[in-house]
């Protein structure tokens, strides 16, 4: 985190929901790896701004994004969260009830990739979307977050600067080839209206045009 996204998260009230989140993390030995604050406070607004009701998140760990995009949610919206772990889906739902959340959330334990085929086979519709899995993985998931949308969806993606590595063309590993893709088509694709937010580790932020 760079001084001004200190500055910037310093003036955010205690949380204690969040912070419950991110203790089971430590205490569990999990990857800490969860959305910063200030974009965990961006999905609660684009999720209340768009109106969304039905939410799909990729990659779920403790449940930070979950109960940042569930607290979003109006009257009778749910929450869809595939995660490919069975420790951190359950670790993910414990945080999610504890947070009074729980009724509004179910997770799909597998391969991201498998329950967005089941998913797209089962003719499900979303309203938003957040991708924050494995990074490789990106181009495949917006494909099928494209599929999966109601007319002006909103499709979010965290990581997309890989801590500068997208930038820099002497990097060619397969998750940064994958990234630049991905920020490619957001920036685009004749379908989407994106953007790419430089904050944290960047996040896509894009619409899916009617
Ligand atoms: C960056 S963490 C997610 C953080 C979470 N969105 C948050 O901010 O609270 C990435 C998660 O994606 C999961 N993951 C990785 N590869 C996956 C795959 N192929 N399918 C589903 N989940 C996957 C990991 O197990 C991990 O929990």
Same mark, same amino acid.
Request: proline share 4%; hydrophobic share 40%; charged share 25%.
């Given at each position: 985190?760079?001084?001004?996204?200190?500055?910037?998260?310093?003036?955010?009230?205690?949380?204690?929901?969040?912070?419950?989140?991110?203790?089971? %993390?430590?205490?569990?030995?999990?990857?800490?790896?969860?959305?910063?604050?200030?974009?965990?406070?961006?999905?609660? #607004?684009?999720?209340?701004?768009?109106?969304? +009701?039905?939410?799909?998140?990729?990659?779920?760990?403790?449940?930070?994004?979950?109960?940042?995009?569930?607290?979003?949610?109006?009257?009778?919206?749910?929450?869809?969260?595939?995660? =490919?772990?069975?420790?951190?889906?359950?670790?993910? +739902?414990?945080?999610?009830?504890?947070?009074?959340?729980?009724?509004?959330?179910?997770?799909?334990?597998?391969?991201?990739?498998?329950?967005?085929?089941?998913?797209?086979?089962?003719?499900?519709?979303?309203?938003?979307?957040?991708?924050?899995?494995? +990074?490789?993985?990106?181009?495949?998931?917006?494909?099928?977050?494209?599929?999966?949308?109601?007319?002006?969806?909103? %499709?979010?993606?965290?990581?997309? #600067?890989?801590?500068?590595?997208?930038?820099?063309?002497?990097?060619?590993?397969?998750?940064? =080839?994958?990234?630049?893709?991905?920020?490619?088509?957001?920036?685009?694709?004749?379908?989407?209206?994106?953007?790419?937010?430089?904050?944290?580790?960047?996040?896509?932020?894009?619409?899916?045009?009617?």
């Amino acid at each position: 985190m760079n001084e001004m996204e200190a500055y910037i998260e310093a003036l955010f009230p205690p949380d204690e929901d969040l912070a419950r989140v991110l203790e089971s %993390i430590r205490a569990k030995g999990m990857p800490e790896i969860s959305v910063p604050t200030g974009y965990g406070r961006l999905l609660t #607004l684009l999720v209340q701004m768009s109106g969304a +009701k039905e939410l799909l998140e990729i990659g779920a760990l403790g449940g930070y994004s979950g109960i940042c995009l569930a607290r979003g949610l109006g009257v009778g919206g749910s929450l869809t969260s595939l995660e =490919l772990l069975q420790e951190y889906a359950d670790t993910a +739902k414990e945080n999610l009830e504890a947070a009074g959340l729980g009724s509004r959330v179910s997770h799909l334990v597998g391969d991201a990739g498998e329950s967005l085929e089941r998913l797209t086979s089962e003719g499900r519709r979303y309203d938003f979307f957040f991708i924050d899995a494995d +990074k490789g993985g990106y181009v495949r998931y917006l494909d099928a977050a494209i599929g999966l949308a109601n007319p002006g969806a909103v %499709i979010v993606a965290d990581n997309t #600067l890989l801590r500068g590595r997208v930038a820099d063309l002497q990097r060619s590993g397969p998750s940064v =080839l994958a990234m630049r893709e991905f920020n490619e088509r957001v920036a685009s694709d004749r379908r989407l209206t994106g953007t790419l937010l430089p904050a944290y580790d960047g996040l896509a932020v894009v619409r899916v045009n009617p």
